[in-house]
């Protein structure tokens, strides 16, 4: 297999015999097939069927591997995942595992969220659907491989999924290979290649709602009056600070507040943004709520 710097300096060498409008027209033919890739899967989940096989989604037979089977279907086990991620690369189920989300709801139930991922983390993430969760796992070493080892000194990944908040496959089960076109893409990520660049479309998690939205356009969303568990009432967690440069803040201001946000389900923090002054400060930090799934941490093996 090519290394993930052989493989970029051939794709720029294959955009350099690219017009500025072929570019154009490749990436817009991808964004209309995954436009109708995504609604033909969101149409077959409606009637339980898989876009992909044009089969159940409870279909499950050991010879036929499918994206599907992550969706537990009766028969499907531990020992025959690596049937799938042997013909499927890494991006490939990643992609199919964010629609699936996606369609129950919108980018809440996927936690990519950059700020919980440890610094020597390639990728960590967990992705939620129904009673189902998937989880993401590769450090730097991972993705180096290990050179001491035999049976894992290559590019790979880790693969959590669980079931009824059940582990039916861990992390340490196995140490799946990334392709070429995952190390690619890898490298894309990491700005290697110009003029290319890696996006969700019907894919994106939290990470993309606070990328696209600045903290005041965030706490213009959260008006919990109607919110309900099912419409992501506990989507943020909020911390606010507040400071007087006087030493006083007065307690009968604060009451007034609480009450317009019972009232109005404006959040406390918005309220106390629109009474700042010369002498009050208010400082809010926004992360990520209950209602987003929580990153499983792998377990470290004993040497």
Same mark, same amino acid.
């Given at each position: 297999?090519?290394?993930?710097?052989?493989?970029?300096?051939?794709?720029?060498?294959?955009?350099?015999?690219?017009?500025?409008?072929?570019?154009?027209?490749?990436?817009?033919?991808?964004?209309?097939?995954?436009?109708?890739?995504?609604?033909?899967?969101?149409?077959?989940?409606?009637?339980?069927?898989?876009?992909?096989?044009?089969?159940?989604?409870?279909?499950?037979?050991?010879?036929?591997?499918?994206?599907?089977?992550?969706?537990?279907?009766?028969?499907?086990?531990?020992?025959?995942?690596?049937?799938?991620?042997?013909?499927?690369?890494?991006?490939?189920?990643?992609?199919?595992?964010?629609?699936?989300?996606? &369609?129950? %709801?919108?980018?809440?139930?996927? /936690?990519?969220?950059? *700020?919980?991922? #440890? =610094?020597?983390?390639?990728?960590?993430?967990?992705?939620?659907?129904?009673?189902?969760?998937?989880?993401?796992?590769?450090?730097?070493?991972?993705?180096?491989?290990?050179?001491?080892?035999?049976?894992?000194?290559?590019?790979?990944?880790?693969?959590?999924?669980?079931?009824?908040?059940?582990?039916?496959?861990?992390?340490?089960?196995?140490?799946?290979?990334?392709?070429?076109?995952?190390?690619?893409?890898?490298?894309?990520?990491?700005?290697?290649?110009?003029?290319?660049?890696?996006?969700?479309?019907?894919?994106?998690?939290?990470?993309?709602?606070?990328?696209?939205?600045?903290?005041?356009?965030?706490?213009?969303?959260?008006?919990?009056?109607?919110?309900?568990?099912?419409?992501?009432?506990?989507?943020?967690?909020?911390? &606010?600070? %507040?400071?007087?440069?006087?030493? /006083?803040?007065?307690? *009968?201001?604060? #009451? =007034?507040?609480?009450?317009?946000?019972?009232?109005?389900?404006?959040?406390?923090?918005?309220?106390?943004?629109?009474?700042?002054?010369?002498?009050?400060?208010?400082?809010?930090?926004?992360?990520?709520?209950?209602?987003?799934?929580?990153?499983?941490?792998?377990?470290?093996?004993?040497?």
């Amino acid at each position: 297999m090519k290394t993930a710097d052989e493989i970029v300096e051939n794709a720029k060498k294959q955009m350099g015999n690219m017009t500025k409008a072929q570019m154009k027209n490749l990436s817009q033919s991808e964004i209309d097939r995954a436009e109708k890739d995504f609604q033909n899967l969101k149409l077959c989940l409606e009637k339980d069927m898989c876009s992909y096989c044009d089969r159940p989604v409870t279909f499950f037979a050991k010879s036929q591997p499918c994206f599907h089977w992550l969706l537990s279907p009766r028969g499907f086990r531990k020992r025959h995942f690596h049937k799938l991620y042997e013909i499927k690369s890494y991006h490939e189920i990643n992609t199919y595992l964010r629609w699936i989300s996606n &369609t129950e %709801v919108l980018l809440r139930n996927i /936690n990519d969220w950059v *700020e919980e991922k #440890a =610094e020597r983390k390639v990728i960590e993430e967990t992705i939620k659907y129904k009673k189902l969760e998937w989880s993401f796992s590769c450090d730097k070493s991972d993705l180096a491989g290990h050179a001491s080892s035999d049976v894992c000194n290559f590019p790979h990944y880790h693969f959590q999924m669980k079931v009824d908040g059940n582990v039916v496959i861990n992390y340490g089960s196995n140490h799946i290979p990334f392709t070429e076109y995952d190390l690619f893409v890898l490298k894309v990520k990491e700005g290697a290649v110009p003029g290319l660049s890696y996006q969700h479309t019907h894919g994106s998690g939290m990470q993309k709602m606070f990328d696209t939205y600045s903290p005041e356009e965030l706490l213009s969303l959260m008006n919990t009056k109607h919110a309900t568990e099912e419409t992501g009432k506990n989507q943020f967690h909020l911390q &606010t600070l %507040v400071t007087s440069k006087s030493g /006083n803040i007065s307690g *009968e201001k604060i #009451a =007034e507040l609480q009450k317009k946000n019972q009232e109005t389900g404006i959040p406390m923090a918005q309220l106390l943004k629109d009474v700042e002054d010369d002498d009050l400060s208010v400082l809010t930090m926004i992360e990520p709520g209950g209602d987003i799934p929580e990153i499983p941490k792998r377990t470290p093996k004993k040497r």
